[in-house]
């Protein structure tokens, strides 16, 4: 979950970390006993010694998992078929030697076949099954997972930093994009449920943008345009504004909004929510998966509270999460708090006004920053997904 830029009551780039897949937002409801060991061991601490060791294989795992994403090796298994080490080395520009170690991992670890498994090395045809083909490769498909090992490697990246940060306070530095890229783990969430699903089981805020005159919305923290696009995709006849203080994310949303031929009515600034040139503009206001990354979040809903038009209303959607803390926690919980731990709050903590939220963001504390903000009524959305909260704000 990539925080927000420090500082900024309402813009930003949008959290990147994974959305939770179904299998995160399951697990036994919390007991009180603590949960530290691998299933059929009793000794407990065998058990958590054995925990660690699959843990260190599933992080070894999430490893080679961003050497095939940053390397395409696995669109080129896709793209290509069936590869020795020497064929997938030369589809990929890559070292052969290398190449031959990942593929023996992978096929090991069981996310690709072998044909002959007792062949000489350099004559091993390795295969991707096209059931796999979803997480892996296909950046549509809203099960897609393969950015999970590149954000997992850039959150280690200021490790060191952060053990200073707890020792001192503040922040570490904020990580520079390259050379992983700009991640854009919500696109196909976006893309494909965001204006067919989401927002048209909020009756109100659906039939405002279907009516006339056309509905004017305001997308905060909006990143590289994902949630913008998909809305104007959705409602042809509205136009969007998104808004994000990071002047290089502003210029690749504003290419992604020519690709998706909605450039006419979406357009993309770096501004600041709060400015007064913006206030009374839009009949809706939105937050994706950002609230809980900016440091001042009753200030970043005081703002979008100002942008409205009378009868207009703020959707939030951000990190679902119990709505108590328990122990032990469901997986979704463990996931929310490691995020937090290592990427979302060490983002926040730099601010001297900083709420230091962190990824955990419950429906109390939502309740409690919008009425801080000024905002009469907030609604907890009844929209089924494994990863978010939906609120709708009134003022």
Request: include cysteine; charge should be negative; charged fraction near 20%.
């Given at each position: 979950?990539?925080?927000?830029?420090?500082?900024?009551?309402?813009?930003?780039?949008?959290?990147?970390?994974?959305?939770?897949?179904?299998?995160?937002?399951?697990?036994?409801?919390?007991?009180?006993?603590?949960?530290?060991?691998?299933?059929?061991?009793?000794?407990?601490?065998?058990?958590?010694?054995?925990?660690?060791?699959?843990?260190?294989?599933?992080?070894?795992?999430?490893?080679?998992?961003?050497?095939?994403?940053?390397?395409?090796?696995?669109?080129?298994?896709?793209?290509?078929?069936?590869?020795?080490?020497?064929?997938?080395?030369?589809?990929?520009?890559?070292?052969?030697?290398?190449?031959?170690?990942?593929?023996?991992?992978?096929?090991?670890?069981?996310?690709?076949?072998?044909?002959?498994?007792?062949?000489?090395?350099?004559?091993?045809?390795?295969?991707?099954?096209?059931?796999?083909?979803?997480?892996?490769?296909d950046?549509?498909?809203?099960?897609?997972?393969?950015?999970?090992?590149?954000?997992?490697?850039?959150?280690?990246?200021?490790?060191?930093?952060?053990?200073?940060?707890?020792?001192?306070?503040?922040?570490?530095?904020?990580?520079?994009?390259?050379?992983?890229?700009?991640?854009?783990?919500?696109?196909?969430?976006?893309?494909?449920?965001?204006?067919?699903?989401?927002?048209?089981?909020?009756?109100?805020?659906?039939?405002?943008l279907?009516?006339?005159?056309?509905?004017?919305?305001?997308?905060?923290?909006?990143?590289?345009?994902?949630?913008?696009?998909s809305?104007?995709?959705?409602?042809?006849?509205?136009?969007?504004?998104?808004l994000?203080?990071?002047?290089?994310?502003?210029?690749?949303?504003?290419?992604?909004?020519?690709?998706?031929?909605?450039?006419?009515?979406?357009?993309?600034?770096?501004?600041?929510?709060?400015?007064?040139?913006?206030?009374?503009?839009?009949?809706?206001?939105?937050?994706?998966?950002?609230?809980?990354?900016?440091?001042?979040?009753?200030?970043?809903?005081?703002?979008?509270?100002a942008?409205?038009?009378?009868?207009?209303?703020?959707?939030?959607?951000?990190?679902?999460?119990?709505?108590?803390?328990?122990v032990?926690?469901t997986?979704?919980?463990?996931?929310?708090?490691?995020?937090?731990?290592v990427?979302?709050?060490?983002?926040?903590?730099?601010?001297?006004?900083?709420?230091?939220?962190?990824?955990?963001?419950?429906?109390?504390?939502?309740?409690?920053?919008?009425?801080?903000?000024?905002?009469?009524?907030?609604?907890?959305?009844?929209?089924?997904?494994?990863?978010?909260?939906?609120?709708?704000?009134?003022?």
């Open positions: 979950m990539e925080p927000t830029t420090a500082g900024s009551p309402a813009t930003g780039p949008p959290a990147t970390g994974p959305p939770a897949t179904g299998a995160l937002a399951t697990g036994a409801p919390a007991t009180g006993a603590p949960a530290t060991g691998a299933p059929g061991l009793s000794d407990p601490t065998e058990a958590l010694a054995e925990r660690l060791i699959q843990a260190q294989i599933g992080a070894f795992e999430l490893y080679a998992l961003y050497l095939g994403e940053r390397l395409g090796l696995y669109r080129a298994l896709t793209d290509g078929g069936p590869a020795t080490s020497a064929e997938l080395a030369a589809r990929t520009g890559t070292v052969e030697r290398y190449v031959r170690e990942w593929l023996e991992h992978q096929a090991v670890s069981g996310l690709l076949t072998v044909d002959d498994v007792g062949a000489d090395p350099l004559d091993r045809r390795y295969t991707l099954p096209l059931e796999y083909v979803p997480v892996l490769v950046r549509e498909d809203v099960r897609y997972g393969g950015y999970v090992g590149v954000d997992l490697v850039r959150a280690a990246r200021p490790l060191p930093q952060l053990v200073e940060a707890f020792r001192h306070g503040g922040a570490p530095p904020r990580l520079p994009w390259e050379p992983e890229g700009r991640a854009e783990v919500n696109r196909a969430l976006f893309l494909n449920l965001l204006g067919t699903q989401w927002l048209p089981s909020i009756p109100p805020v659906d039939q405002r279907r009516a006339s005159p056309p509905a004017r919305v305001a997308d905060l923290a909006c990143g590289s345009g994902w949630s913008s696009i809305m104007a995709l959705a409602y042809p006849e509205i136009t969007v504004t998104g994000d203080l990071d002047r290089d994310v502003i210029e690749v949303a504003t290419r992604n909004a020519a690709a998706a031929g909605v450039e006419d009515r979406v357009e993309f600034i770096v501004a600041d929510a709060s400015d007064p040139g913006l206030a009374g503009r839009f009949d809706l206001v939105t937050i994706f998966e950002a609230l809980h990354d900016m440091p001042r979040p009753v200030a970043a809903l005081s703002a979008a509270h942008l409205l038009t009378g009868g207009g209303s703020v959707v939030i959607a951000d990190e679902r999460a119990s709505d108590e803390f328990a032990p926690g997986p979704r919980d463990r996931h929310n708090y490691g995020w937090s731990l990427s979302c709050l060490p983002a926040v903590m730099g601010d001297p006004q900083t709420e230091a939220t962190g990824a955990v963001l419950r429906p109390a504390t939502v309740k409690r920053f919008a009425a801080a903000a000024g905002f009469g009524t907030v609604e907890v959305l009844p929209i089924e997904t494994d990863f978010w909260w939906f609120y709708r704000l009134l003022p």
